[in-house]
């Protein structure tokens, strides 16, 4: 069974800190990663797709890859209020985007 | 009309009723998703369609019945649902799962069955 593993939260920073989102995965030839962003109530939006080791920055955000280690991150810069929603990790495995495994996702909370 | 876009939002049925979820792109996406996303559960994916054709049923029972008539358009067909149903239906779509692009959600549709 593949799985994507998240730490359910709550995640509680401080306004402006870094708030570091982790995920883990099962699959060894698990190919690209995506993070979303979850409002209550709301829909999926894509915050940032990663598919090769190291980091990928894009604003206040980056990803981090380890494939050795299976696992993805997300690091949010100066965190606002506005960024307390779930972030889901979603992963595609050997079977390509046929078979997206999304985690449970981490809930986080930024405190004014 | 941009993104992708669900109908109904929001949708109460009893169990012996049959009723249809619409989920229509305007991204010129090939490929198209349902997925079932629960309370505090992850999201599940149920059906995938790639250019029109059914590529992927995750073992979901027959109450739920896709249709894809054409790659802009998808449609998720209910009849004599269970309570445990209840949940926000997904719609998404991306441009070609192979090359592993991103998927782009709708809104969702939130059905309660009574």
């Known amino acids: 069974q593949k799985e994507v593993e998240q730490n359910s939260g709550p995640l509680s920073v401080p306004e402006g800190a870094i708030a570091s989102l982790n995920c883990t995965y099962s699959?060894?030839?698990?190919?690209?990663f995506f993070w979303y962003r979850q409002y209550s109530g709301k829909s999926p939006e894509l915050i940032m797709f990663i598919y090769s080791n190291g980091d990928k920055e894009d604003g206040r955000f980056t990803a981090q890859l380890n494939k050795a280690s299976q696992y993805v991150s997300l690091l949010i810069r100066d965190s606002q209020p506005s960024d307390s929603a779930t972030y889901l990790c979603a992963v595609n495995p050997s079977g390509g985007g046929f078979k997206t495994i999304f985690g449970a996702g981490t809930r986080l909370f930024v405190k004014a | 009309e941009t993104g992708v876009t669900q109908t109904p939002r929001h949708l109460v049925m009893g169990m012996t009723n049959k009723k249809s979820l619409k989920c229509e792109q305007h991204?010129?996406?090939?490929?198209m998703y349902w997925y079932k996303q629960s309370a505090k559960k992850p999201l599940e994916l149920m059906f995938v369609?790639?250019?029109?054709?059914?590529?992927e049923n995750n073992s979901v029972p027959s109450r739920f019945s896709p249709e894809c008539p054409n790659s802009s358009h998808l449609f998720l067909h209910l009849h004599t649902l269970q309570p445990e149903d209840s949940a926000l239906y997904l719609c998404?779509?991306?441009?070609?799962?192979?090359?592993?692009?991103?998927?782009?959600f709708g809104d969702g549709t939130r059905l309660s069955i009574l």
């Open positions: 369609y790639n250019f029109k054709e059914q590529t």
């Open positions: 998404a779509s991306s441009q070609d799962p192979q090359t592993n692009q991103p998927q782009h």
């Open positions: 991204l010129g996406h090939n490929a």
């Open positions: 699959d060894r030839g698990s190919q690209s």
